[in-house]
Each structure stands twice: as C-alpha cells, then as structure tokens.
C-alpha cells in the first residue's frame, strides 16, 4: 500500500473515532443553550439555561473553585517539600515512603473516602464541613505533586547545585527555596495543574464525604442530571467543561515543554 494512502487512512479513522468521542459531549453542551431540546435547535439558542445553572448551583460551583485551590495550596505546602526529601534520602526507604505516598492511586476513590469516615466520622462537626472534603482531595492527589516534582528532581544535577549554594554560606532552608524550587517549577506546574484538575473533577471521593451543604461541582452535576429538565443539565455540564477543558489543555501544552526540555 502506498504511504500517502497509508496515512491518509490511518488519519480518517483517527479524525472518525475522534469524532465519535467527542459528538456526545457537543449534543450535550449544544442541549443547554437550546431553547427547547425536544424541538432541536430550530426553537433558537439562549443563555437562560446557564443562568438557571448559576442561580440554583453558584454556591457549589464556588465551593469547588475554592476546594480546588485550596488543595493546591496544601499539596505545595507538603508535596514538594516531601518530594525533595525523598529524593535526598533516596535509597530503601525513601522509595518505602514514596509508595505509601502513591498508594491512593491504587485504591478506589469509594474505599479512601469510608476509611476517612470510618477515622474522623465521629468528629460532627469536622465530619459536616468542607474541610473533611479537603482532607479527602489531599490524600488523592498527593502523590500526583509529588511524583511530578520528583521527575524533574531526577533529571537534573540537585546536588552540584546545592554545593554551590552551600559553598557561599546558603542554609539548607535557603538552597532549598533559592536553588531547589526554581529548578523544579515545570514539575511543580505541571503537578498544580494536576491537582486542580482531578479536584474539580473528582466525584466517587466527594459523593462519599459531602454533606447537603457541601457540594462540590461534580455531585451538583450528578444531582442536576438526576432532577432538573435535561437543558438545566446539559448547561451544567457546558460551565463544568469550561472549567475544565483549559486546565486539561495547559496540561498538554506542560507535557510537551517538558518533554522538549528533557530532550535538549
């Protein structure tokens, strides 16, 4: 078979499966700014919808924001000092430590969350509020940080750039956050940028430990589904996809930087 051929349809079918995963999330996006879905969208296109998502679900929408940045902010507090502490360490038990940091990962989101319940359910107060969902969203993408970080720790000389720094009177508090953490910033990026994302989106975890006043996006979304008229829902996921379509892409855009880099 000719190559021009070859490719040509090698890229049709890519351009079609493409299109296959991508035609549901357009029908369901386009129902949210239609008038009437049952008419189509010959009964025209409004912004109603949106405002009925936003009227009904903004608490929730800004208690995800907030949770997000929230967890963020924690993982940086934690991950990346834990990153660098583990790969200064190294050997047995640094890499004994690093698999109980990623042990989420292999655990469903349903088991991580009736654990914490089982732990800290007592606890009323503490059990009713936001702060038990954050606990939760910490402990999963925790080890998203600091896997992230610890990549680009590997990839360079920390070392040598410490004894440089030490050289001329740096403490190690100093050399970590004048030399360390400049060096790392595409992992701690990339990894921020990881965290926020499966926070927003994270729903087995948070439908576990929400309360009714502690709703995030994704268990409002599954709420809407279940009881709202369709257009209601499909607005809710049109605001979810804008709020997460463009971190998923300047995560894209990281991963090539940083393969780039790593290959010059």
Not at 64 to 77: E, G, I, K
Not at 81 to 95: C, F, K, M, Q, V
Request: with cysteine; hydrophobic share 55%.
């Amino acid at each position: 078979m000719p190559r021009k051929l070859s490719f040509t349809l090698q890229f049709s079918f890519t351009i079609l499966v493409a299109l296959f995963l991508i035609l549901p999330a357009i029908m369901s996006m386009l129902a949210g700014i239609t008038t009437n879905y049952a008419r189509g969208v010959s009964s025209g296109l409004t912004a109603s919808w949106i405002i009925e998502v936003w009227n009904l679900y903004a608490d929730t929408i800004v208690r995800s924001l907030v949770l997000a940045f929230t967890t963020l902010v924690c993982t940086l507090l934690v991950g990346v000092p834990a990153a660098y502490a583990l790969h200064t360490i190294g050997g047995r038990i640094a890499r004994l430590i690093e698999e109980v940091i990623t042990l989420p990962l292999a655990i469903p989101g349903l088991a991580i969350a009736l654990a914490l319940i089982i732990t800290y359910g007592g606890s009323g107060s503490f059990r009713q509020s936001s702060a038990f969902i954050l606990v939760g969203h910490v402990v999963f993408t925790m080890p998203f940080m600091v896997r992230s970080v610890m990549a680009v720790l590997g990839s360079i000389d920390v070392s040598t750039l410490e004894e440089g720094a030490a050289s001329l009177g740096a403490s190690r508090w100093q050399r970590f956050i004048t030399v360390v953490v400049p060096n790392v910033r595409p992992g701690i990026l990339a990894g921020s940028l990881m965290v926020v994302t499966l926070s927003l989106g994270e729903f087995n975890l948070t439908w576990m430990l929400h309360t009714p006043l502690t709703k995030t996006l994704p268990v409002g979304l599954a709420d809407s589904y279940a009881s709202m008229r369709l257009e209601i829902a499909s607005a809710y996921t049109l605001v979810f996809f804008v709020m997460i379509v463009p971190l998923l892409v300047a995560m894209q855009i990281m991963g090539q930087k940083q393969s780039r880099s790593s290959k010059s």
